[in-house]
Nanobody
Framework: QVQLVESGGGLVQAGGSLRLSCAASGRTFSNYAMGWFRQAPGKEREFVAAISWRGCSTRYADSVKGRFTISRDNAKNTVYLQMNSLKPEDTAVYYC?????????????????WGQGTQVTVSS
């Protein structure tokens, strides 16, 4: 069992930056691939970014590529999402997730554990 807690969300103007953090506890954190997803009201939860358990591989949704960066610090049991050049369309609840796999999956069903989410709001 893994527990995940997100933090760092808030309200920013378009063009601004935020860094989200996800602290993990429970099973050995370094053995899990990690991902970030987001969900706006009335929409499906969508993939944002993922990182392999050793941090060697990353992948991003086309909508955030070049603006967002995912990273992890296994010594601190924490995964991060640095978000730059934010746009109003980035407004959503952001969730971190853990997968019992090496691969950096892009589908909700590939992840086994989820955090409670943190709200990100980008104003025009």
């Amino acid at each position: 069992q893994v527990q995940l807690v997100e933090s760092g969300g808030g309200l920013v103007q378009a063009g601004g930056s935020l860094r989200l953090s996800c602290a993990a506890s429970g099973r050995t954190f370094s053995n899990y691939a990690m991902g970030w997803f987001r969900q706006a009201p009335g929409k499906e939860r969508e993939f944002v970014a993922a990182i392999s358990w050793r941090g060697c591989s990353t992948r991003y949704a086309d909508s955030v590529k070049g603006r967002f960066t995912i990273s992890r610090d296994n010594a601190k049991n924490t995964v991060y999402l640095q978000m730059n050049s934010l746009k109003p369309e980035d407004t959503a609840v952001y969730y971190c997730a853990a997968s019992n796999a090496y691969s950096t999956g892009t589908y909700v069903g590939e992840y086994d554990y989820w955090g409670q989410g943190t709200q990100v709001t980008v104003s025009s």
